[in-house]
């Protein structure tokens, strides 16, 4: 059995797409193909938004596969029953999204509908009713936002509202290491709730469920604007959950400076998390905050070296994703390549087909690193299973020669 906490989800809309590529055909097989025409510019990884003659597929939100110049692969697509997909009448288009807009602060969820209906009938020689399935309810879902009329988002949602348009979108929950895609039609009241001694609040409906916590870059400005921020207090709701800091919190308390508290409803319990100094060596992998890169941040910030962040919260170096993060950026981060030294950063290739992990050379010529999924650590290098996987070995153009202490 397997499961996983939604917390930390992130929840993005498709607020721009490309010119509609039109497609004259669908294969009936196992990862459909699309026929469209040469130089569509439709690439693996790109994800879009269906428009098909097949009602099963229609407003679906997938990625593609596998392209030629002529056709585009859709593999979470299984079109091979006939019945459901008639051969020939699949046509239609594919748009793709060309732009993503983050629904931010979500404070409640709700969800309703989705449920199975029946209609009853009784033959003369049954002394009981039966259910005959019907159909199944439209399912609507709505999102409670903390109010901030600047955000990006509000334009996006209000224009869906007035338009009537379908919106693709998109959550990746990273406990469960998971991109989920689908579709829905916005209804957006940007008229705020209000209550004294409360958060404004403002509805956003869409069909889908989530959770997330997350205090916008605007609203912490506009609080130190206002006077000292004191403390950030958030809840853990749902049956039985309890006031105990996760490792995201600690994380996000320490990276704040400022007390965080924790409001359990269920058990009407409170509890305050207290900012400390994070050690480089021992804290947990949390991907997009405590990773390799983070890691490596915040070493070269200890020898006065200041990097870029570049981290994102999915795993990029799946084949699935086009990102090819440490390829793409270390020399545009002032790197140069060198010979192994303490200090240098080198540049692995573990389990995958990128360039995806990344430690620092320590003065005892050990690596300091954050592998996926452990805490991380210092680890032997000069021979066996790191040094094998180094692709690169490189030094920042500012770093100082000799290595200032970083050990807390």
Not at 35 to 63: C, E, F, K, P, Q
Not at 107 to 120: H, K, N, R
Request: aromatic letters at 10%; a negative charge; glycine letters at 8%.
């Amino acid at each position: 059995m397997g499961f996983a906490l939604p917390n930390g989800a992130t929840v993005f809309v498709g607020s721009k797409l490309a010119t509609p590529v039109a497609v004259t055909g669908v294969s009936n097989a196992a990862g459909a193909v699309f026929t469209v025409a040469n130089g569509h510019g439709l690439a693996v990884g790109d994800v879009v938004l269906v428009s098909s003659g097949w009602a099963l597929i229609d407003s679906l939100v997938a990625r593609v596969t596998a392209q030629t110049t002529t056709s585009v692969t859709i593999g979470v697509i299984n079109s091979t029953d006939t019945n459901f997909f008639p051969a020939g009448s699949g046509a239609g288009s594919l748009s793709k999204v060309s732009e993503w807009t983050e629904i931010p602060q979500i404070t409640e969820v709700a969800q309703s509908g989705g449920d199975q209906q029946y209609t009853q009938i009784q033959f003369l020689a049954d002394d009981r009713q039966r259910n005959l399935a019907t159909y199944k309810a439209a399912k609507s879902q709505t999102f409670t936002m903390a109010h901030d009329s600047t955000l990006p988002i509000y334009s996006v949602l209000s224009a869906a509202d007035r338009s009537g348009d379908t919106l693709p979108l998109r959550m990746y929950v990273p406990k469960a290491k998971e991109m989920r895609y689908w579709s829905g039609k916005a209804s957006f009241d940007p008229q705020p709730t209000t209550a004294v001694n409360n958060v404004e609040t403002v509805p956003n409906s869409h069909e889908n469920p989530t959770e997330h916590f997350r205090i916008d870059g605007e609203h912490w400005a506009n609080a130190e604007d206002a006077g000292t921020i004191v403390r950030v207090i958030h809840s853990h709701p749902g049956d039985g959950a309890r006031p105990i800091p996760s490792d995201l919190d600690r994380q996000q308390c320490n990276n704040s400076g400022v007390v965080w508290g924790i409001y359990a409803p269920d058990c009407d319990e409170y509890a305050e998390v207290t900012p400390d100094a994070i050690p480089l060596i021992g804290r947990p992998f949390i991907l997009g905050s405590h990773d390799c890169w983070g890691l490596v941040m915040d070493w070269h910030a200890t020898q006065g070296v200041v990097l870029n962040d570049f981290r994102v919260d999915y795993p990029w170096w799946e084949s699935q994703y086009p990102d090819n993060l440490y390829f793409e950026n270390w020399e545009r981060e002032g790197f140069v390549e060198c010979e192994p030294a303490p200090g240098c950063m080198v540049i692995m290739q573990v389990e995958s087909a990128k360039w995806n992990h990344a430690g620092i050379i320590t003065e005892e010529g050990e690596l300091l690193h954050h592998l996926y999924g452990q805490p991380s650590c210092i680890t032997p290098y000069a021979r066996g299973y790191f040094i094998d996987r180094t692709m690169i070995c490189v030094r920042h153009k500012d770093l100082p020669q000799e290595i200032q202490p970083w050990r807390v």
